[in-house]
């Protein structure tokens, strides 16, 4: 399919295998989004090059390279294959521009194979929490799953919000990727917590207290534990770590607490602060009076807090954390990269069998040719801060580091288009961050994908991430390198297709249903669990698992809603206020959890 010079695809396949023309109206508009006029040609220059280890490539030119180390070598026009992995600069002779050269492994780390559980982690509370599943949860599901023989723990992107009194539900639409949610803190962890002696139980009983009820109040959560961390915050903080966090990750953990500091004052949407500071860049700290730079270290200290219990959960078990495809348009990554973006477009999908309108996801591209003359900045950014005390890395929506379906502002999602990204060069980057971590990286790969992405990733030794519901073969058959699962937080529980209490919600909740397609997908478990229609849920679910585990795919997970036979779903797509999306606490909390006898029967066909 023909792509132009700024990566506009001419048309594409849909997933019924309907092809699809780009109007010219829809081709201009997207390079109006880029800030492209008519006929505007592209660079000349060459910003960056990615080198996969091994390989030599003609720079065209004298120069020299500096290692990422600081040690600089003399090119005679070619970079030789031995460049240890890593960023470095060329610097040309006789010019003042540089090149950034980035060599990485042929591939991504390959984990052992072996079986774990995917956890809504806000939504795994304990009667030791404050409203809110966090880190000391984790640490307590991680010991709970490796003593049933697991060997990973899948939870929710836990990415930072802005820190204002209506606090972001969705998981997929964060503030930021590069840094995390401070509502997953246990307080009575963190360092200062016990000086605060009595006055902190008052506190410890106000957060306990929101443990109750059908939903989840953030904005409450958020009220206690930012008081109890204010107390803990002004009594000082002079930790060694502390000062050796700030030092490791620079400009982009200030970059943060401005903008935190900033949100509190004027809101979480920078596109409305005032003028002065809608640059990130011309946001200095040493410059701000004394107690504004003070609320910016205090949001510092909040994700070194956040940064050292999430290390703590993840020496139990490989944690495998997930990325969204992308960030709030009025959020800091936003803000930082706001010359990077495209403007006045969204990201999304084309229709398709079970979306006809097409999906429309509210967060803003990076525009290719704009994203190589940073030199990759952003995504290297992103993908180390996701693989940070990481076993594991699931992106959502992988195809969008190869293609990505834009939807300009005022268009219908059957007018957007598909707009490509150097696909060499972005999983080369995503190659050595996994290297340098130590982690593996699947990819989330359902919905509309383009002939050969699915071999490309196989390649790359990303992991395809394979359904249940959606996976026409036996389970014998399903690939080796993936990561099988019956079902996702945007799909219906095994529970709630069996007894059709999951129909009955989306019908309550005002989606089309496609009624036909739900009915099919009960018939798929009575097949492949072998039962008659009036089977206990228990036996079904414990069925089901059995033939997941047939499969010889690296990675089988399992659930913590199908664990106790749960037909609640997480998350209806399409629904609003409609649905409590993101909100719903799971039933009975950790406790109930680890009195399932249903998780036991679970993990014992899945250790087979």
């Known amino acids: 399919m023909d792509t132009d010079a700024w990566g506009v695809v001419s048309s594409y396949i ?17 390079h109006r989004t880029m800030g492209l006029a008519d006929g505007q040609p592209p660079p000349s220059d060459d910003p960056v090059r990615v080198i996969r280890s091994g390989n030599s490539t003609d720079m065209q030119r004298k120069g020299r390279l500096r290692l990422e180390n600081g040690d600089d070598w003399h090119v005679e026009y070619w970079i030789p294959g031995d460049v240890p992995l890593g960023y470095h600069t060329f610097y040309p002779e006789g010019s003042d521009a540089t090149v950034r050269v980035i060599v990485a492994p042929h591939e991504c780390r390959l984990p052992e194979r072996m079986w774990g559980w995917a956890a809504q982690l806000y939504s795994m509370r304990s009667r030791q929490s404050w409203g809110f599943g966090d880190l000391a949860d984790l640490r307590r599901i991680a010991d709970w799953a490796k003593g049933l023989g697991a060997g990973c723990v899948m939870v929710n992107p836990i990415s930072g919000v802005a820190p204002i009194d209506s606090q972001q539900p969705s998981p997929y639409s ?5 840094f995390r949610n401070p509502l997953y803190l246990r307080v009575e962890d963190v360092p200062g917590a016990a000086a605060l002696g009595a006055e902190l139980e008052p506190l410890i009983a106000a957060g306990r207290a929101l443990n109750v009820g059908e939903r989840l109040d953030r904005d409450a959560v958020w009220r206690v534990k930012n008081g109890a961390l204010e107390k803990i915050w002004a009594r000082g903080v002079n930790d060694e770590g502390f000062a050796k966090y700030r030092a490791e990750l620079g400009r982009g953990l200030e970059e943060w607490g401005a903008f935190c500091a900033l949100a509190e004052r004027h809101g979480g949407d920078w596109r409305r602060w005032p ?24 949001h510092m200290w909040l994700q070194w807090l956040v940064d050292e219990q999430l290390r703590a959960a993840s020496q139990r078990i490989a944690i495998i954390h997930d990325l969204p495809i992308g960030f709030d348009p009025g959020g800091c990554d936003a803000w930082v990269w706001q010359d990077t973006l495209a403007r006045n477009v969204s990201v999304g999908s084309p229709p398709d069998m079970y979306n006809t309108d097409g999906q429309n996801w509210g967060l803003p591209p990076l525009v290719p040719h704009r994203l190589r003359a940073a030199g990759y900045e952003p995504l290297i950014q992103t993908f180390r801060a996701a693989l940070r005390h990481a076993g594991g890395l699931r992106i959502d929506h992988v195809m969008g580091l190869m293609r990505l379906f834009w939807i300009p502002y005022g268009m219908h999602g059957s007018q957007g288009g598909y707009v490509r990204y150097r696909a060499d060069e972005t999983l080369a980057i995503l190659a050595l961050e996994s290297h340098r971590a130590g982690a593996f990286v699947v ?21 395809s991430y394979r359904l249940l519901w959606w996976e026409p073969q036996p389970t014998r058959e399903y690939p080796y390198r993936a990561m099988v699962a019956a079902s996702t937080h945007d799909l ?5 297709v069996w007894t059709g209490e999951d129909l009955a919600a989306q019908q309550r909740a005002g989606i089309k249903v496609h009624v036909e397609g739900m009915h099919e997908l ?11 229609g009036d089977a206990p849920v228990a036996d079904v679910i414990e069925r089901v698992y059995a033939n997941l585990a047939q ?13 106790i036979g749960t037909s609640m779903r997480i998350n209806i797509p399409g629904t609003v206020n409609e649905w409590p999306n993101w909100c719903m606490p799971f039933p009975g909390g950790i406790e109930a959890l680890e009195s399932s006898q249903l998780a036991h029967k679970i993990a014992a066909v899945m250790k087979r």
């Open 492 to 496: 219906p529980t095994l529970a709630g």
């Open 522 to 532: 009960r018939r798929r478990l009575e097949y492949l669990c072998g039962l008659s």
């Open 174 to 178: 964060p503030a930021s990727r590069r």
């Open 551 to 563: 499969a010889p795919s690296l990675i089988l997970n399992a659930t913590l809603e199908d664990a």
């Open 443 to 463: 990819g989330e790969d359902l919905g509309t994908v383009e002939p050969g992405t699915r071999e490309l990733l196989q390649s790359q030794n990303i992991l």
């Open 275 to 298: 003028e002065q500071y809608r640059r990130a860049e011309s946001v200095r700290l040493e410059s701000w009076p004394a107690a504004e730079r003070r609320r910016a270290e205090y």
């Open 14 to 30: 849909d997933t019924t295998g309907q092809w699809h023309q780009i109007s010219d109206e829809s081709r201009q508009a997207l």
